[in-house]
T-cell receptor, first 109, second 114 residues
């Protein structure tokens, strides 16, 4: 079966760096997505990786290793507003999006 | 403001009621989706419409009935629901069918079935 694994919850300190991991097993691969969802709000797109390597976008970076079925989202200089759930999703060979259950990130002062 | 608006934001209904969820997108997108989001579970794709044509129905029970009258509007008609159907229902749109591409989500309709 197809599966996306990510930690259920993580805690980090304001100003620090946190890495949220995502491992996947899918039939085929058509890109990996990260979305951010604040409580009670719509998920919003953060990043899309289709090739191996690191994509940097301001304080957020996303890494992909297709051979290892692995990605991570790196958040630097954490701010209280980064408290949210982070959703990992992978496109499979049928161009279906397979979603992880999300990682709830708690930022403490 | 994502450009995707869902109403109502909250809905409580009995198992014998009939209600509808509405989604409207102001982005000029061609594809629209209904997702179910339950606590600590992955998003579940329910229905996909591409250019107003339903392209996917992921084994969703018939008590959920989608309707897409045009490329900007999407409805989810609900009848004789079960308590386990209580969840957040998210509407999304995209320029073309994803992946690839970005999904734009509405804020969701929180449904409680008593």
């Amino acid at each position: 079966g197809q599966n996306i694994d990510q930690p259920t919850e993580m805690t980090a300190t304001e100003g620090a760096i946190v890495q949220i991991n995502c491992t996947y097993q899918t039939s085929g691969f058509n890109g990996l997505f990260w979305y951010q969802q604040h409580a009670g709000e719509a998920p919003t797109f953060l990043s899309y990786n289709v090739l191996d390597g690191l994509e940097e976008k301001g304080r957020f970076s996303s890494f992909l290793s297709r051979s290892k079925g692995y990605s991570y989202l790196l958040l630097k200089e954490l701010q209280m507003k980064d408290s949210a759930s982070y959703l990992c999703a992978v496109g499979d060979s049928n161009y279906q999006l397979i979603w992880g259950a999300g990682t709830k990130l708690i930022i403490k002062p | 403001e994502t450009g995707v608006t869902q109403t109502p934001r909250h809905l409580v209904m009995g198992m014998t009621n009939k209600k509808s969820l509405k989604c409207e997108q102001h982005l000029g997108h061609n594809a629209m989706y209904w997702y179910k989001q339950s606590a600590k579970k992955p998003l579940e794709l329910m229905f996909v419409y591409n250019f107003k044509e339903q392209t996917e129905n992921n084994s969703v029970p018939s008590r959920f009935s989608p309707e897409c009258p045009n490329s900007s509007h999407l409805f989810l008609h609900l009848h004789t629901l079960q308590p386990e159907d209580s969840a957040l229902y998210l509407c999304a749109s995209s320029q073309e069918r994803v992946p690839p591409g970005e999904l734009f989500f509405g804020e969701g309709s929180r449904l409680t079935v008593l």
